[in-house]
């Protein structure tokens, strides 16, 4: 009687360290919201101009990099000056790996549960960029004391393109 206890402990330890194993790669899973949250803040949804106005420099693979954003007096968005941006594939051979700028910049609000806000960068100096020619669309990640702008590439990590405003 006593083996028969013994197998039945053994067996529902068994039971219970084969379903801890089958669950612990669900836990260490992390949707974009968890993996943004974890580094920078909450994924947003919308955010308006006055919140996003002001200059942002660069952390991770984005030292160096400086977005300032200043509001216009008429509505959403406004201008935006840049130093050290990327430059996309096309204009690499013209102006190197980086370039110096200026445009406008718009921000926009998700549309649905899945889709978060972005600010919509448009170049025109040092020559009008066409759409996705550079970076030109950064999703918004903020709390109570930090805003970021972040190139939302892999959403199961920290971006490693990010900047935060000073």
């Known amino acids: 009687m006593t083996r028969v206890r013994m197998t039945g402990r053994r067996a529902r330890l068994l039971t219970a360290a084969t379903a801890l194993a089958l669950l612990s790669p669900l836990a260490s899973c992390s949707s974009a919201s968890t993996a943004v949250e974890a580094c920078m803040g909450k ?17 991770a693979h984005a ?29 690499k051979s013209e102006l190197g790996a980086t370039f110096d700028g200026s445009g406008t910049w718009d921000v926009l ?46 959403p199961d990590v920290c971006p490693t393109f990010r900047l935060r405003r000073v």
Do not use: C, M
């Not at 030292?63 to 935006?80: F, M, N, P, R, W």
């Open 43 to 59: 994924q947003a949804v919308s955010a308006t101009t006055g919140e996003l106005e002001g200059t942002y420099t660069g952390e």
């Open 109 to 154: 609000s998700g549309t649905g549960s899945d889709e978060y806000g972005h600010v919509q960068l448009s170049f025109t100096e040092p020559e009008r960029f066409l759409q996705d020619d550079t970076l030109d669309s950064l999703s918004i990640a903020k709390d109570s004391q930090r805003i970021y702008l972040y190139e939302d590439y892999d």
């Open 63 to 91: 030292k160096g990099v400086k977005i300032t954003l200043k509001a216009s007096d008429t509505g959403t968005g406004g201008t935006v000056t840049v130093r050290n941006w990327p430059t996309g594939s096309w204009y």
